[in-house]
Structure formats: C-alpha cells, structure tokens
C-alpha cells in the first residue's frame, strides 16, 4: 500500500507552501529519512524526508507550485511493494552499423540513462541564468552533490582566463586577407542568447517583499549617519587575534564589537529597544539582536537571544554558525522569530553607504557598510584612517532625532575606544 507524502507543519500561522525541488524522481528508489524535496515558506525551507524506503511512485504537485499544509504532495511505495512491482523493462539495443537494412521502419537510437540529477541551489541557478552557463557543464563541490553559486563562479573565472588563450590560438590559425577578400564587421545584431526565464518568486522573497512595502507604508522612517574610526578595533584584533582563534576556535571579526557596542547604546536610548502596540509602547528589557545575513535563497535574519549575555567568543561562534547555515537553508523559524533590533552590515558586500529599512515591528536598524582609508583631521593634522559609515534607520514615530543622534555617536565613541565596552562606560 503506498505511503502518502504530505507538506509539514512549517510554523504555526503558515497554512501555504511552495514546492522546492524535487530530489528523486518517479520511479527511483529511495532509503528511509532521504530528503525527497524541499518545502519553501515565507520565512525558511524545511525537507520532505522518506519515512519509509522504497520507490517514489508518483509526485503530485511540481517545483514552484504551491500546496497547503497537510497536503498530499506525492506517493511513496514501501520497500516490499516495490520489490513486488514489475521492473522496468531494459531498452532495446540499436542495430548494429554494418550497412545491411534492418526489417523494421528506422529508428531513432535511445538516448543513455541521464545522470543523477544534480540539485541546482537558487543562488546558483540566478548565477547560471545571467552568465549564460548550462548546469551541467559546472562540478558541484556542496553537500549531497549541491551545486552552489560558488560552483558557478569558479567555473566563468575558469573560463574568462582561458578565453583570451583559445581566441589567441584561433586568430593565429586564419590566413592574412588577400586583396580579394572582404571582411564585413556586423555592428549591433542582436546575440543569440537573449531568452528569458520566468520563475515565481519564492515564498521567502514574497515575504520580504510584503515587509519591506509594509515598513514604508505604515512607519515614519528616517535615517542619520556617522562615521567610525576603526583604527582602535584593528590593533585589538591583530593584537589578540591569535591567541583568540586557538582557544575559542574561531576569528573575532568587527560584528561583536558592533553588538556590544549596539546593546549598550541600547540601554542608554530604550526607544530603539521597543515597539509601538496600538496606542501603547512596550519596552524591552531584554536585547534580542537580529543579524541579517545572505542565504541561499536570499537574506535572512536570525536572532541572538539574550545577547547582552553573550561574550565575544559566544557572539563570534553563533554568527559563523548562521552564516554556514544560511547558505544551506538551515536556519529554523524558530531562530527567525522575534527580535528587538536588527543590525546589518552591507559593508560585506562593498557598500559604502546606504539607507537600511526597519524591520517591523522593531524601531531601529543599524547599517554597517565598507572600511575605507580616508583623510581625516586630527589634532589640525591631515591623516589617513580606516574608516566606516554608520546609518541608523529608525521609526520617527517612538524615536526623535535627538535619540538617534545619542545611540549612533555613543556607538561610535564605544567603537573608537573599545576599552569602554568592556568597562561599560
């Protein structure tokens, strides 16, 4: 008797889903606990695992169609009614080439079985898309035989670097013009290439999407700006940075500063800390610090809990393990819930200013953007310092531009005379 295959619970208020990718096809056999698919909502992917082994029998609703919680998405056939089913039956083999004509009308020769399908993770499929790179010419390095964006990457830089060689060779194999011919140069035709892939957008970037229009349309955003000196942070982290790594097993980076730097601007200005609830304020008393990070299907922000508790080590090691598994998909709804103040460093990427939106219904977001070398004044000297641009969004409604010039510049003195986060001063 087959196994029916239905959506998990995702959350408690998700009723809908999408349909991810579908890992095994009709027909193939499958061992117990092996993802079949993967299960998009609007805040994370969660797996549809085998729960018993067999044969995949029949899939109901494709990639990129939606289904509802409980749904039955696909069938399963437990191991023994699987080996009772009839095999499949071998194709035949072509005739042999000898010239002769064959009985029967010809034939087109069967193609060979394809390969394993390899599962093309989003990042690496927008990847694919714009570059113009069939999946399967790129090697995928991820678990379980993922191809990542990474994969995709390597392989044009592999290919920009040995195009100019094989264009060299393939110039110096054409004969030099002879007064009889006539090269003709086409300007502006259009390439070949120029199709256009249509996907629905994921549940995750819906979401997303429906937030950031909400957090436009219902709040009183404003943002202000101040600029770091990191030269204190640096000498610490290269000072330290050894003896740090070998005894907590990871790097300090400049985020941990920033969160004990953002907890204690915090205490001093609450109204960054809370959130408007109809005609009340509630005020926390607690520090949840939502850290946006890039993910294999785009940003997620997960939480610290409790995070004026963390050390720098506990600080260090909980961001490395978001980042690791935001790229495979592996953060929990759990860990997306919530959050009192929400920091986000576009500096990653090379951004060197820009205007973070708040997360609602939280009233304030801190961006962090690129460390530069740029001429500053000090004691009436010209001097070069690394230096990073500070922006501080925040809900005019609950915070006045007074508060959030104090949290920003008291973030600034903290991180430019780091001795004082420790010292709470």
Request: charged share 20%; net charge neutral; hydrophobic share 40%.
């Amino acid at each position: 008797m087959s196994i029916p295959l239905k959506v998990p619970a995702v959350g408690e208020s998700i009723t809908e889903v999408q349909i991810g990718q579908w890992f095994k096809q009709p027909g193939q056999a499958v061992r117990k606990d092996e993802v079949l698919a993967e299960i998009e909502s609007d805040k994370a992917t969660v797996e549809l695992v085998a729960p018993e082994a067999g044969v995949l029998e029949q899939v109901l609703r494709k990639q990129g169609e939606s289904a509802k919680v409980g749904e039955v998405i696909g069938q399963l056939a437990p191991q023994g009614a699987a080996t009772a089913s009839e095999p499949a039956k071998p194709a035949p083999e072509p005739a042999a080439a000898t010239g002769a004509p064959t009985n029967g009308p010809t034939s087109v020769p069967p193609r060979s079985a394809p390969a394993e399908t390899t599962h093309v993770m989003p990042s690496a499929r927008r990847a694919l898309a714009e570059q113009g790179i069939p999946a399967e010419r790129v090697a995928a390095s991820g678990p379980g035989g993922r191809l990542l964006k990474e994969d995709v990457d390597r392989y044009a830089a592999n290919a920009r670097e040995t195009a100019p060689a094989v264009q060299s060779a393939a110039m110096a194999t054409v004969p030099p013009p002879t007064s009889t011919q006539v090269f003709v140069q086409t300007v502006g035709l259009p390439s070949e290439d120029r199709g256009e892939e249509i996907v629905p957008m994921s549940p995750l970037r819906q979401r997303v999407a429906q937030r950031l229009v909400e957090a436009q349309q219902s709040a009183a955003l404003l943002t202000t700006f101040n600029e770091v000196d990191m030269s204190a942070v640096m000498a610490l982290r290269k000072t330290h940075q050894e003896s740090f790594q070998k005894k907590h097993g990871v790097k300090v980076g400049f985020m941990s500063f920033f969160i004990k730097a953002t907890i204690e601007a915090l205490k001093g200005t609450p109204q960054l800390n809370a959130e408007i609830r109809g005609t009340t304020i509630a005020y926390r008393n607690y520090y949840d610090i939502g850290i946006a990070v890039s993910g294999g299907k785009g940003l997620v922000v997960p939480i610290l809990r409790n995070a004026e508790r963390m050390s720098f080590a506990e600080i260090e090691l909980a961001i490395a393990d978001f980042g690791a598994r935001a790229r495979e998909n592996k953060i929990g709804l759990a860990e997306l819930q919530g959050g009192t103040f929400t920091i986000s460093n576009g500096g990653v990427f090379g951004s060197m200013l820009s205007t973070p939106i708040v997360n609602p219904p939280q009233s304030g977001i801190l961006g962090l953007h690129a460390i530069q070398d740029r001429p500053v004044a000090r004691d009436g000297q010209v001097v070069i310092r690394p230096m990073m641009y500070l922006a501080l969004t925040y809900d005019h409604r609950i915070v006045d531009g007074r508060e959030a010039v104090t949290f920003l510049k008291q973030i600034k003195e903290l991180v430019e005379e780091p001795s004082r986060i420790l010292l709470e001063l």
